[in-house]
């Protein structure tokens, strides 16, 4: 019998082993190869970089330098594991000037591929050194220019565990464009220059200023965006740091994260623990799940910060991270209190505004109960598909946004039928639904709820019958609601609130509004580098999904068809979100049809009749007509609802005819 308890015996490992545990976390993706290549060259003092790729990295990655080059005898520790010129002592961590400093990236990546390197210094001959899978080979002389030329073949092909979980080369170019886009914004007086599959993508002069640098790499965007500029007194805060850079106006944004660029010291690091300090400087002028773009530069004295917490050197730990978050937020606020922005749209509202704001947030699921169980069949908890999206997409469920609803009230027309009535029991003086939301706020301004479309002018909502009793209209009262008669109850129907949600199926399950469309007169849509690259990438994608695009040259591309919906200027904002959700590998159709649920959204609400919209019989009964059509017609599209019902039997029992 096997003893269970026998302990297993340690070995030490050789170096070909620890080799490839090293390798595993310094390069895990040939983009991670590329930035560790680009950060060796800018240690160097490159002023000209060109990096070539071919078929994603996997077959081919080279990086020429112009820079100070490898003295021949250090060629062979350059290989090795832990040897570096950029460290001497301990203490010298404490400090780190340069971009790299552990000395693994080189030994890393010879023992996943075919790794050369040639240099030449100033004043001697080239000389070249090879390493595969692991084995150095030896230094044989080269012709070459001045500089050092890093050449990876075959990576990953050694290492089948690590190939098996690689993206399709199209994504890792767009992942390459972007590390060495980031290294470009970093340092504008080096020339960059990238080649993939043969193709020039990317091709950046030296420039003397970060205004240029800008310019070519974001395009026309970046002279939209606003210079950072810190309260006057900010100096007078303790701390060495100091943050620069731009900032986009809160009306340009984005789905993502990724057009935030954050440099420590130069050194580019993941922006994610920035993201908190950034959108509460913009306080609530961004929207939920929306991000400004962003490229901000701290500079902090070395020894306060930590490079050396991660091996692939993406985050920095810095010993005042609190002090430097809150001053980049003062940055931010200051910059956006400071310059002139558009005003603050508003009057498009005026049909919600008539709610009060409720003390807590109800979620959504809540909401959307069905009033009554005997109406809707069975009580469900859950809500309906297209409610999770608007709710998930609005944040109904979470914090709503922390400003407070100020809201200016517009003149509403009286009723004739001025009796003091008293509210009927039961029907509560808290409201039953919460006041609009920041975001949805935004939505509706966004929406731009223009004028309104008859409801008879719309083709009728086909659909499930979902078991309503027939509604009969009677009136409606201050021109906002519906007074209807269904069975043995009234309704009061907030008439905008229905008329969404109607459009909005409509909108939503009509497949034809999303068939393709040649545009006669293309949308012209400019786009930055990096975003280039994903869309050449991607081109096929977006075909798939009704868009075809033409490059004109200069970040300039033509839309020359969409799909039918959208509209001239809802295809760019569009394009780009689409664009940034598909740069990784996830499969692009969830996005698609949180997309398409968005534009039904902002749609169904532009045409709505509004309140203060005078209806005729005819309208409020086509209306009603529709509302049968609807799944769950009780709640409008963001989870308020849209009737209030009255049953005979409690207006008997207030007057007393019970009994
Ligand atoms: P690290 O950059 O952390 O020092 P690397 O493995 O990336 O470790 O590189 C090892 C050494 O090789 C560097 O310290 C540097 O001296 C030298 N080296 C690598 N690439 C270049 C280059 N492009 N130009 C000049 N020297 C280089
Ligand atoms: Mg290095």
Redesign the pocket.
């Known amino acids: 019998m096997i003893k269970l308890s026998e302990p297993k015996r340690i070995q030490q490992l050789d170096e070909f082993t620890i080799g490839h545990i090293a390798a595993g976390e310094v390069v895990e993706r040939p983009a991670q190869v590329v930035k560790?290549l680009l950060?060796?060259?800018l240690?160097?003092s490159s002023t000209s970089i060109h990096v070539e790729i071919e078929r994603g990295g996997f077959d081919l990655i080279r990086i020429e330098?112009n820079?100070?080059?490898?003295h021949e005898n250090?060629l062979q520790l350059?290989l090795s594991r832990h040897?570096?010129?950029?460290l001497r002592q301990p203490e010298d961590l404490n400090e780190i000037h340069t971009l790299?400093?552990?000395?693994?990236?080189?030994?890393s990546i010879g023992v996943v591929s075919r790794l050369t390197v040639a240099?030449r210094p100033e004043g001697q001959e080239g000389r070249s050194i090879a390493m595969e899978d692991g084995i150095k080979g030896s230094i044989k002389p080269t012709g070459m220019a001045n500089g050092?030329v890093?050449t990876v073949e075959h990576l990953f092909q050694n290492t089948p565990v690590r190939l098996g979980f690689q993206r399709r080369p199209a994504t890792e170019h767009a992942r390459i464009v972007e590390v060495v886009v980031a290294h470009a914004i970093a340092h504008p007086s080096v020339a960059f220059r990238c080649t993939i599959d043969g193709r020039s993508t990317l091709n950046l002069p030296s420039s003397s200023s970060i205004e240029d640098r800008l310019y070519d790499v974001l395009g026309g965007q970046s002279s939209n965006l606003l210079v950072l500029a810190p309260p006057a007194n900010d100096a007078d805060v303790p701390g060495d740091e100091s943050w620069t850079g731009y900032i986009s106006a809160p009306d340009i944004s984005r789905g993502k994260g990724d057009e935030i660029h954050i440099f420590v010291n130069d050194r580019p690091v993941a922006s994610t623990p920035f993201h908190q300090a950034i959108r509460r400087g913009y306080r609530t002028r961004l929207m939920q799940g929306r991000h400004p773009v962003a490229v901000l530069h701290l500079r902090v004295p070395a020894n306060e910060v930590d490079v050396n917490v991660h091996p692939t050197k993406r985050e920095v730990r810095l010993r005042h991270s609190w002090r430097v978050l809150e001053r980049l937020e003062r940055a931010i606020a200051n910059t956006l209190a400071t310059s002139p922005t558009q005003p603050d749209s508003s009057g498009e509202l005026q049909e919600l505004e008539g709610l009060a704001q409720s003390e807590q947030n109800q979620p959504i699921q809540e909401l959307l109960m069905p009033v009554d169980k005997e109406v809707q069949g069975q009580k469900q908890s859950t809500a309906p598909p297209w409610a999770l999206t608007a709710g998930t997409q609005l944040n109904l469920v979470g914090q709503v946004a922390d400003e407070a609803v100020e809201l200016t009230e517009k003149p509403r027309p009286q009723s004739i039928a001025a009796s003091a009535q008293k509210s009927l029991p039961g029907l509560s003086s808290t409201p039953v639904a919460p006041a609009l939301s920041h975001e949805e706020r935004d939505l509706h301004r966004h929406a731009g709820c223009g004028g309104s479309v008859s409801p008879t002018a719309e083709s009728p909502l086909v659909g499930g019958e979902y078991n309503l009793p027939a509604m009969e209209p009677l009136s409606q009262f201050a021109d906002s609601y519906i007074l209807a008669q269904a069975g043995e109850e009234l309704l009061l129907i907030d008439q905008h609130a229905l008329h969404e949600r109607i459009r909005y199926e409509r909108l939503r399950n009509d497949e034809s509004l999303w068939t393709p469309q040649p545009r006669l007169v293309p949308s012209r849509i400019e786009l930055t580098l990096a975003q280039q690259a994903r869309m050449e990438s991607f081109l096929d994608r977006f075909q798939e999904l009704g868009f075809l695009l033409e490059k004109q040259g200069d970040g300039q591309w033509d839309v020359t068809q969409a799909p039918r919906l959208l509209d001239g200027d809802e295809v760019e904002p569009f394009l780009l979100d689409l664009l940034q959700d598909i740069s990784e590998d996830g499969a692009p159709l969830e996005t698609i049809e949180r997309r398409k649920d968005h534009l039904a959204f902002l749609n169904a609400c532009r045409g709505a009749v509004k309140a203060n919209d005078t209806l005729t019989i005819a309208q409020m009964r086509r209306l009603l007509e529709d509302m049968r059509n609807v799944p769950n017609p009780w709640a409008c599209v963001h989870g308020r609802p849209t009737a209030l019902r009255l049953p005979l039997d409690s207006l008997d029992k207030h007057f007393g005819r019970h009994g």
């Open positions: 560790e950060e060796n060259a240690d160097a330098d820079g100070s080059g490898i250090d350059a040897a570096t010129s950029k790299g400093f552990r000395g693994e990236a080189l030994a240099s050092t890093v």
